[in-house]
């Protein structure tokens, strides 16, 4: 499995940016995909999250600011992410869950349950 993430980089509060999350490697359906966010001195948190069975997770930090969706293939995804703030700087890493469980795509989704991880994104919000 691989997930190649691209996009972020560095923005004025306010403004939009949007990362994409391609996933390849694999035939299984049972699948969830999403991202998580680690800031300098604080744990990895999940951001967002979507499964094939059309659950959908955004942490409330987020909640109405951003929004997954597909790309060009089902197995892309995108995260926009609009209204930027401070707060929101950090590596986002695309995660792929699978089999997807009761915490796939919920406040419980852990990336202890997380079977693979993009290489990670850089997201800065400056004031």
């Known amino acids: 499995v691989q997930l190649v993430e691209s996009g972020g980089g560095l923005v004025q509060a306010g403004e939009s940016l949007q990362l994409s999350c391609a996933a390849s490697?694999?035939?299984?359906?049972?699948?969830?995909i999403g991202w998580f966010r680690q800031a300098p001195g604080k744990e990895r948190e999940a951001v967002s999250c979507?499964?094939?069975?059309?659950?959908?997770f955004y942490a409330d930090s987020v909640k109405g600011r951003f929004a997954i969706s597909d790309g060009n293939s089902k197995r892309t995804k995108i995260l926009r992410m609009n209204d930027l703030t401070p707060e929101d700087t950090a590596v986002y890493y695309c995660?792929?869950?699978?089999?997807?469980?009761?915490?796939?795509?919920?406040?419980?989704?852990?990336?202890?349950?997380?079977?693979?991880w993009g290489q990670g994104k850089q997201v800065t919000v400056s004031s």
């Open positions: 979507i499964a094939n069975d059309g659950r959908e």
């Open positions: 490697g694999f035939t299984f359906d049972d699948y969830a």
């Open positions: 995660a792929l869950d699978s089999p997807t469980t009761r915490f796939s795509c919920s406040a419980a989704w852990a990336d202890h349950r997380v079977h693979w």
